[in-house]
């Protein structure tokens, strides 16, 4: 098993590809953490409005004395444009661009005749099978997912996920490549669409779309009902926060790979297509042209937070049967990749088994989703707690 000497020994260079949202703090962080970095964009702008935040969260950082020395943190991060300056040295690349399939499989293979042999790719995608990525690759043994969470500055957990063929060593070197940026990692066994933390929300994001258009509660008299249950922000405003276009390419996947019950609705196009894509546009469900949107109000009983929950118990207990990860897993990366009080199984102790059947029966015909009927293993009564 290597040990962190190994990995500092292993990856001395890592190249971030994508310089947005994402790519920005995962060079951050590797930085801190003692890497050299290339961060690459398609545009001089992007990658330099990309340094412009990594300066001011070093900045803040630095005044809360987390770290010291952001100029020589900031020194170790290279700004490039060329995909070849970007990962020709590079023993580790983290792809985070766009979430559009066809995007990411042309940068794999162009990295592909760039890199050395020996080069470990990994991709911070949210939701696609790494497996199927891979492919763009003529080192499927050495392709894995890391999946950072935002923002990767503040947020522990990433989880490390392995394609059908993925090595161990590789797995291995990850997670304690993971541990050295001071991160959680958790190891997601298959790559299945969405992974845990995402997947797990994916029964979630159908539920809240299907109130929003058959207007049973505004998104924010929802977000209100779901703050009250101590959640760090409400769903719309989460959904604002990491951005509506990500949220759609999400779900569109899941109604590609899963289930058609999935199909982003209407709203939400029309959402994407008019570029109210969150606060990096400045107008998604609410407007952040003045910073975090103020939640008047009231919490709403037409919404229950119980529902959401439900859903979403019955998700991670079908990632349990199909050996995606196990349940202290699942609850660990639930918490730490959302900043939530409980995990799913956690929350499941306190209920009955029949009540969760029973809802799920409900919420299936109420809202005709299949994805809300609940499992084999519910229905025998059976939480792999138990
Ligand atoms: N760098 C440095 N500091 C930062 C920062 C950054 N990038 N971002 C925020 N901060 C600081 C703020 O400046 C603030 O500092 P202050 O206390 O000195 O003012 C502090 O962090 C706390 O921020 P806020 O006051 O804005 O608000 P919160 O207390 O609510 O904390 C939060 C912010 C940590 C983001 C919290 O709201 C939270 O945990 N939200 C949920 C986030 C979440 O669920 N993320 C996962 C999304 S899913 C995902 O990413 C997967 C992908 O595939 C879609």
Same mark, same amino acid.
């Given at each position: 098993?290597p040990d962190v000497l190994d990995v500092k020994e292993k990856i001395k260079k890592v190249a971030v ?8 703090g995962i060079a951050e962080v590797c930085a801190i953490a003692g890497y050299e970095v290339t961060m ?14 990594i300066?001011?969260?070093l900045?803040?950082l630095q005044?809360?004395?987390k770290i010291e020395n952001a100029d020589e943190i900031l020194s170790r991060i290279k &700004?490039?444009?060329?995909?070849? @300056?970007?990962?020709?040295d590079a023993d580790l690349?983290i ?6 399939? %066809? ?19 990994? $991709?911070?995608? $949210?939701?696609?099978?790494?497996? %199927? ?6 080192? @499927? ?9 935002? =923002?990767v500055v ?19 070197l990850?997670?304690e490549f993971v541990k050295s940026l001071g991160k ?11 992974? +845990? ?18 207007? +049973?509660?505004?998104?924010? %008299? ?8 101590? /959640? ?31 199909? =982003? ?34 919490? $709403?009983?037409?919404?229950? =937070? ?12 079908? /990632? ?6 196990? &349940? ?12 939530? =009080?409980?995990?799913?199984? @956690?929350?499941?102790? $306190? ?8 809802? /799920? ?26």
């Open positions: 098993m590809l994508g310089a947005g949202d994402m790519g920005h690459r964009d398609i545009k001089q702008e992007f990658v330099e409005r990309g340094m412009n935040r300066r001011e969260s900045a803040k005044e809360k004395g &700004p490039v444009v060329e995909m070849e @300056e970007a990962v020709k690349i792809e985070a661009v766009p979430e559009v399939f %066809e995007i990411k499989m042309q940068v794999f293979s162009e990295c592909e005749g760039l890199a050395k042999p020996e080069c470990i790719f990994t $991709s911070n995608t $949210s939701t696609m099978k790494i497996t %199927e990525l891979a492919k763009a690759t003529k080192r @499927e043994d050495k392709f894995a997912g890391l999946h950072f969470f935002n =923002p503040l947020m522990r957990l990433v989880e490390v996920i392995r394609g059908e063929k993925t090595s161990e060593e590789v797995m291995q990850l997670v959680e990692p958790v190891r997601v066994e298959k790559d299945v669409p969405g992974f +845990i933390v995402n997947r797990i929300q994916a029964p979630s994001g159908a539920l809240l779309m299907a109130i929003i258009e058959k207007r +049973i509660a505004t998104p924010e %008299e929802v977000d209100a009902t779901m703050k009250g249950i101590g /959640l760090p922000m409400g769903p719309f405003e989460l959904m604002d926060y990491t951005g509506v276009d990500i949220f759609y390419h999400a779900m569109k996947y899941y109604s590609e790979t899963i289930s058609e019950d999935y199909a =982003p609705s209407e709203i939400l196009e029309n959402m994407v297509k008019s570029g109210n894509l969150g606060k990096k546009t400045g107008k998604g469900w609410y407007d952040w042209s003045k910073g975090r949107p103020v939640i008047e109000a009231k919490p $709403s009983d037409r919404v229950s =937070p119980l529902d959401f929950t439900i859903v979403e118990i019955n998700e991670a207990v079908k /990632l349990v049967e199909m050996g995606v990860a196990k &349940p202290e897993d699942i609850n660990k990366a639930v918490k730490l990749g959302l900043n939530r =009080p409980f995990g799913p199984f @956690e929350l499941a102790k $306190s209920m009955k088994v029949e009540q969760i059947v029973s809802r /799920l029966e409900e919420l299936s015909k109420e809202f005709e989703k299949e994805v809300f009927k609940p499992t084999e293993s519910l229905k025998a009564g059976k939480l792999p707690v138990d």
